[in-house]
């Protein structure tokens, strides 16, 4: 059986990430729970600068409720990377994302992960419904 291909072209938004001296481990590598921040950082990112969240003072917070990630090849440090991100499914409260790590210029992806995020009300820890302006945001990434 041939694992699925994971190419650039089939995520919508990319967002760059430089990888850190401190990411790789003792053998020489970026070490394999790195990419979950790697993949928190810029699924953040897009929710702030795109579907306008307010990690600070926002009565809206998402919670990480599941998460997982295959490792195809390596990456270290001082390489340049990209992650891949779309949307599998969206619900009311909670979407799942599937993300990809790229090496600057290459179609392949070095690894491909999912999660998915809860969004609660801050006070509380309660599910709501999306917002209005996150909903779109993620729905702009949505796949088929």
């Not at 928190?40 to 409720?65: P, R």
Request: hydrophobic letters at 40%; proline letters at 6%; aromatic letters at 12%.
């Amino acid at each position: 059986m041939t694992p699925p291909q994971h190419l650039r072209r089939d995520y919508p938004h990319l967002q760059p990430i430089s990888t850190r001296w401190h990411d790789n481990d003792i053998y020489g590598h970026v070490n394999n729970v790195t990419y979950y921040s790697y993949f928190d950082s810029a699924v953040n990112a897009y929710l702030i600068e795109v579907g306008g969240l307010d990690i600070h003072h926002g009565e809206v917070v998402g919670f990480v409720v599941s998460s997982s990630c295959d490792y195809f090849a390596s990456i270290a440090f001082p390489e340049r990377i990209e992650i891949g991100m779309r949307v599998a499914k969206l619900g009311n409260s909670s979407v799942q994302y599937e993300l990809a790590v790229f090496k600057q210029g290459e179609e392949q992806a070095c690894a491909a992960g999912r999660f998915v995020h809860v969004f609660v009300e801050r006070q509380n820890n309660r599910p709501l419904p999306i917002p209005e302006r996150l909903r779109a945001a993620l729905a702009a990434l949505r796949v088929e």
